[in-house]
């Protein structure tokens, strides 16, 4: 198959899953095309039959706001009817999926006809989307859709109650690949964070404020009265200036420790023994599975998608958003209970293999072929 993928290349689950799911794909001999503003961070790799096509967006002083949805449409028209595309998935439905639409007209007239797959990630539906200013478009472009998935029930859910959606919405899960997470990293910094051994509590987010990393700080202050132990947080965001002060401010400012963003989170995983995760809304936490599947279990709270990933007093533990002592006290419990923890760590990394790419990508390669099928029988 030749598929084209538009999704954003900035620090961000969305473009992490897009830009797997484009690697696993041309790995397995289709040919994607990967169209996006800059060169997506998790992109950094030569693959054969991988293909990048920046979007250029030129400045104008007529333009207080750059045209990038018209640059956008232009370039998937050229590239669908150069690079002869079968279908395009475009991830995050702002603007992407009224773009895609824009495209898909503008090919009919030139009688190509090319199927769009809409993926929703979170913030398009239960945040960004819900601002109503967007409302007729997203509806819109959502319906005008030839499919859509979303990446956790919850999602889907909360996509359907938010807005009349006449199409069906498919659930397909994010995914890992388990290979990367299986060797042991040499070059593992464990010791240089923890040279007494003491147990790291990891947090990795884009500090945004739906990440709720104040909440990180609290935890970890209640757990540290009782258990000697670390926190590493890992990421950068418009939150991060503030989280450092809070960091600074505690009792335990010399344990904490901000990294600051890493390309690939599978480079400072390994160091971590426990995950924290209490965002305010989730629609699936890709970073918990990751951490999953480097065998830590996770506290995270119980919004959105988080229940489908982290399983209640199996791979971790969940509570409600802002109950910081309840997270704090079920950390304490893992921590110092080896024979949970160990059950807990076995247990998150055997949950973490169902969502194993091997196990995902036929969900959507089944989906592209459908859809392949049925617009060559139109
Ligand atoms: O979490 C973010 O702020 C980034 C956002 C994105 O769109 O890049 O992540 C969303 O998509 C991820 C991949 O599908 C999900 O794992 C995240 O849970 C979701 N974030 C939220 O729903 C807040």
């Not at 769009?116 to 319906?143: C, K, M, Q, W």
């Not at 009792?251 to 023994?273: E, K, M, Q, V």
């Not at 951490?291 to 995270?300: G, L, R, Y």
């Not at 997270?327 to 080896?338: E, Y």
């Amino acid at each position: 198959m030749n598929i084209g993928i538009v999704c954003y290349p900035t620090y961000g689950g969305s473009g992490v899953v897009a830009t797997e799911l484009g690697i696993a794909l041309a790995k397995k001999g289709h040919k994607v095309h990967f169209m996006s503003y800059s060169q997506p961070f998790r992109l950094n790799q030569f693959t054969e039959n991988l293909f990048y096509h920046e979007v250029n967006v030129n400045d104008y002083p007529l333009f207080e706001y750059q045209p990038y949805e018209s640059v956008l449409a232009s370039k998937i028209v050229d590239v669908a009817i150069y690079e002869r595309l079968d279908l395009l998935h475009v991830h995050y439905a702002i603007p992407h999926a009224s773009v895609a639409y824009m495209a898909q007209q503008i090919l009919k007239s030139k009688k190509i006809s090319l199927p769009y797959v809409t993926t929703l990630h979170g913030t398009d539906i239960t945040l960004v989307g819900r601002d109503p200013a967007f409302e007729p478009v997203i509806r819109f472009s959502l319906n005008q859709s030839n499919a859509i998935t979303s990446v956790s029930e919850s999602l889907m859910k909360d996509t359907l109650k938010t807005f009349k959606i006449d199409n069906k919405i498919e659930v397909i899960p994010n995914f890992i690949n388990m290979d990367d997470y299986k060797s042991s990293n040499p070059q593992c910094s464990k010791k240089h964070y923890a040279p007494n051994n003491e147990k790291i509590l990891l947090h990795v987010s884009n500090f945004r404020k739906v990440k709720r990393v104040e909440d990180v700080v609290a935890i970890f202050n209640r757990v540290r009265e009782k258990v000697k132990c670390k926190l590493v947080l890992v990421g950068d965001g418009p939150e991060r200036s503030a989280i450092e002060k809070l960091a600074r401010e505690s009792h335990y400012n010399s344990d904490i420790i901000s990294l600051g963003r890493i390309p690939n989170p599978l480079d400072i995983l390994c160091i971590g023994d426990l995950f924290l995760l209490p965002s305010e809304t989730e629609s699936f936490g890709l970073a918990a599975l990751e951490a999953m599947a480097m065998k830590m279990p996770v506290i995270s709270t119980n919004a959105g998608g988080l229940p489908e990933v982290n399983i209640q007093g199996k791979t971790g533990f969940l509570s409600d958003v802002g109950n910081t002592d309840e997270m704090a006290a079920n950390a304490v419990k893992l921590l110092t209970d080896d024979n949970l923890f160990e059950k807990f760590k076995q247990n998150a990394f055997t949950h973490a293999k169902k969502f194993d790419v091997n196990m995902i990508l036929p969900m959507y390669e089944s989906l592209y072929k459908r859809l392949i099928t049925k617009n060559k029988k139109k």
